[in-house]
Nanobody
Framework: QVQLAESGGGSVQAGGSLRLGCAGA?????????MGWFRQTPGNEREWIAS????????YYAEFARGRFAISQDAAKEVMFLQMNGLEPRDTAVYYC?????????????????WGQGTQVTVSS
């Protein structure tokens, strides 16, 4: 059973930074190597942010995230991170990590088998 746990969310002022972590984000042995981050605001669909291929370490970003956000894994490949810089109020959302997708980009939420519970990020102006 894969269990994911996000951490690092919180409140920050515009222009600030946060680093989200996703414990348990490791390759499951299923042949599905991609994992990633999504976010969601009330009344909207879950929005893809970034993905990483856990074997090749190739990284993929949504346009809004490129240059501001960075996805990575720790050396043991058991924790996934999302470094977020230059945060803006529009980045306010619940952020989710997910693993076990057969593709890294383009992706949709249904591609991922396992999800964390989410962590709130609030950016004030």
């Amino acid at each position: 059973q894969v269990q994911l746990a996000e951490s690092g969310g919180g409140s920050v002022q515009a222009g600030g930074s946060l680093r989200l972590g996703c414990a348990g984000a490791k390759y499951t042995g299923s042949g599905r190597y991609c994992m990633g981050w999504f976010r969601q605001t009330p009344g909207n669909e879950r929005e893809w942010i970034a993905s990483i291929h856990t074997a090749y370490q190739s990284k993929y970003y949504a346009e809004f995230a490129r240059g501001r956000f960075a996805i990575s894994q720790d050396a043991a490949k058991e924790v996934m991170f999302l470094q977020m810089n230059g945060l803006e109020p529009r980045d306010t959302a619940v952020y989710y990590c997910a693993v076990d997708s057969p593709r890294c980009s383009p992706v949709k939420p249904d591609d991922f088998r396992y999800w964390g519970q989410g962590t709130q990020v609030t950016v004030s102006s």
